[in-house]
């Protein structure tokens, strides 16, 4: 027992130095000033109440928070049929679509974000199968709409694996179970499936709501600077206006906000599990 615990030091001090003196650091830029020297500084929460006083700033929170809800929704009402698809099917054809759901994972989120701008620019390919329609004169890049699109697109496969590996793990003897009992198919998916899948719908939606409400270089990229989120305006305020406080005291906002998410979705799957709240 004593080894292993010599043998997790190193892990440590490794999340010490890369996840709890950053998060610090963070967390002291959010509540000081700088003085006149380069050593003073006092505390204020003047950044905090710069925040919650403008509005602009409560409505770009609102509109982040807004995306990333409709992310979530979108992906998942395409990801569940998707992943129910993949668990009805034989192991050989789960393991082919599973690649090809993965496969993309490989590219860098960046690269792939990218292509969506050739796709959606006037003249290249989407607009092109649209036109052949008659509906060529639709904007499609730089709208909400292309921003919304470019986070389905990077976080569709997060919510299809989890909702999948929680389908595969279900004993397929309670179907037979339900059948035997007189159930017809939309009865056993209701009152069977469904609930043994929530474990994996609430790990789909936490892996996709999160980096949504979060993101910043999708916006930027298919937005063209016009649809500003939350993680825009923290990197705005970082790199653009210098504001390394106010951006820190933002940045601390929102890694409230997702840590009232995560308890959030911890009691909801203690709930779905039957288990008791710690």
Known sequence: MKRFSQLAIPYIAWAAMMLVLPMGLIALYSITEHGNSIISFSLTLDHYIKFFTDPDFLIILWRSLLIAMKTTVICLLIGYPVAYFIARSSERVQNILVLCITIPMWINMLVRTYA?????????????????????????????????????????????????????????????????????????????TLPLSLPGVINGITLVFLPAVSSFFIPKLLGGGQYFLIGNLIENQFITVGEWNFGSAISMIMAVIMMLLMVAVHKAENMTQGGKEE
């Not at 299809?160 to 590996?165: A, F, G, V």
Request: charge should be negative.
């Open 116 to 192: 969506w701008i050739g796709l959606l620019s006037e003249g290249g390919l989407i607009q092109r199968i649209l036109s052949f329609f008659g509906l060529g004169e639709v904007e499609l890049l730089y709208t909400q709409g292309a921003v919304l699109l470019g986070m389905v697109y990077n976080f569709l496969p997060f919510m299809i694996l989890q909702i999948n590996t929680s389908l595969c793990k279900m004993d397929h003897s309670l179907l037979e179970a339900s059948a035997d009992l007189g159930a017809n198919p939309v009865q056993t998916f209701v009152r069977v």
